[in-house]
């Protein structure tokens, strides 16, 4: 499935996601040449309907047009059947952001075999870092997900946004694939079609490939550091509305509004007509969901003082992904 290129095919600094289908053909990864080694790798469109990596590497890339690269670049473009249609995956395609090794539920399929072949170039390569640049479907400040705590990745995080999110949870992740080996982040940058937002990924990308080294820097007290306590997911079974129609779980549509807001116990979400409507699953694989949430007189309140991040009142990446998250405040140093 994997397309190799060592140039850009023309017409790429000016197409839109939706075009790099007929461009590209698949996914691609596109390796070009720069004045230091080793190569910086960033990778876009995980997920067909997020298309800020896109508009930030056409930023960066039009600034070297008559001029090398900085450093050499290695460029995966991913999921362009799915940005044809503008959605997150198509139907019966695995979540390209699930499918890196280390995966549990698509071991075997096409999609885990190109990711562990680009896996593996990138780890012989000796990757200066990973970068990958996602949007978010609910309204979320910038902020990067990691791994590991280690010095280097702290650094890279500090570069991109005051907040960073620590979470070991979801297998066959990309940057969970990279952990121990080479420095990773994925940057999540907002909802789609912000020109601002592309701007503000452009300028990370772009002082991450100039960079020499990626240096402690500051220490993590310059974060606002989380760490993740599970993902949320409304049960199959369970019917669902945002909009207030007669369902299963009534959620409030605009629960995005919560996301990184410190959240008493006792707040309530929406209305259940179930004992439990959601699950929690935490870094352990335990489902904890009646841990954090209850049913009190139809009402589906948080049982703990947590804090959200990427609660989205879009059904569709519900079901396709998750509702959203919930963490905890780590202590800085």
Not at 288 to 301: C, I, K, P, S, W
Request: charged content about 25%.
């Amino acid at each position: 499935m994997l397309n190799h290129r060592t140039d850009l095919p023309a017409g790429f600094l000016d197409a839109r996601a939706g075009e790099l289908a007929g461009l590209l053909g698949g996914p691609t990864l596109i390796e070009l040449p720069g004045k230091r080694q080793p190569p910086l790798f960033v990778s876009i469109l995980m997920h067909g309907n997020e298309d800020v990596g896109l508009g930030a590497i056409q930023r960066v890339l039009r600034r070297y047009c008559d001029r090398p690269l900085p450093r050499a670049l290695m460029l995966l473009v991913g999921n362009v059947a799915a940005a044809a249609g503008g959605v997150r995956r198509r139907e019966g395609q695995p979540d390209y952001n699930r499918v890196w090794p280390g995966t549990l539920d698509h071991v075997g399929t096409a999609e885990a075999r190109t990711m562990a072949e680009v896996h593996e170039r990138v780890i012989a390569r000796g990757a200066f870092a990973a970068i990958d640049l996602h949007n978010n479907s609910g309204r979320n400040p910038f902020y990067s997900v990691i791994c590991e705590r280690t010095p280097e990745v702290i650094a890279l995080a500090t570069r991109f946004a005051r907040r960073a999110v620590l979470f070991r949870g979801v297998p066959g992740t990309q940057t969970a694939s990279f952990a121990g080996r080479i420095p990773a982040l994925t940057a999540e940058c907002g909802k789609p079609g912000s020109s601002a937002h592309e701007d503000a990924a452009a300028r990370f990308v772009a002082d991450v490939l100039a960079s020499g080294t990626l240096s402690p820097g500051p220490p993590d007290g310059a974060l606002d550091l989380y760490h993740t306590l599970g993902v949320v997911r409304v049960r199959p079974e369970v019917s669902l509305s945002f909009a207030g129609e007669a369902a299963d779980l009534v959620l409030e549509p605009d629960i995005d509004r919560l996301n990184f807001v410190p959240i008493r116990a006792g707040q309530v979400l929406g209305r259940a007509r179930q004992p439990m409507p959601l699950t929690m699953i935490d870094e352990a694989g335990r489902d904890v969901a009646d841990e954090f949430f209850a049913v009190e007189d139809g009402e589906l309140r948080l049982a703990r003082a947590v804090t959200p991040a990427m609660l989205t009142g879009d059904p569709r990446i519900v079901r396709q992904d998750c509702l959203g998250y919930l963490m905890e405040r780590l202590e800085t140093a």
